[in-house]
């Protein structure tokens, strides 16, 4: 009977790791002749900013650069999630719109949640027909 407590835990957790605010990286690094440097913080963006976005392009001396934020012009409801490449700018920018979209590979704590869940069902199941 006290298998069957646990599975309500990692679901309670699930729900209370949501939130209505998206999260994004920010920041801006950069790599190239002159030396690697920048660095990336998660935040909580503004309500308005329903896109995660990571903008890529070249500077002076073949300086690439990585810019990531929240969507601040609202420029990623045109495309969605995906990404494009703006001529004006010469940049490829790729919006997103889950937490933490725009980071590197990120493994989230629903996700996490959700495979243990899953082993712990399994197991029950498992050591239910083992011990029939």
Not at 5 to 20: E, R, V, W
Not at 41 to 57: D, G, M, Q
């Amino acid at each position: 009977m006290l298998k069957f407590i646990f599975y309500p835990i990692p679901l309670l957790a699930m729900l209370i790791t949501t939130s209505d605010a998206l999260k994004c990286f920010v920041g801006r690094q950069y790599f190239g002749a002159l030396g690697n440097g920048g660095s990336f913080a998660e935040v909580l963006c503004p309500a308005t900013s329903n896109f995660c976005v990571k903008r890529h392009f070249a500077i002076q001396y073949n300086e690439d650069v990585i810019e990531k934020t929240c969507d601040p012009n609202s420029q990623c409801y045109k495309v969605g999630n995906g990404c494009f490449y703006d001529a004006n700018n010469a940049a490829e920018y790729c919006c997103c719109n889950s937490d933490s979209c725009n980071g590197a590979t990120v493994t989230t704590t629903t996700f996490s949640l959700l495979i243990i869940t899953a082993i712990c069902f399994i197991s029950t199941i498992f050591t239910h027909k083992l011990f029939e």
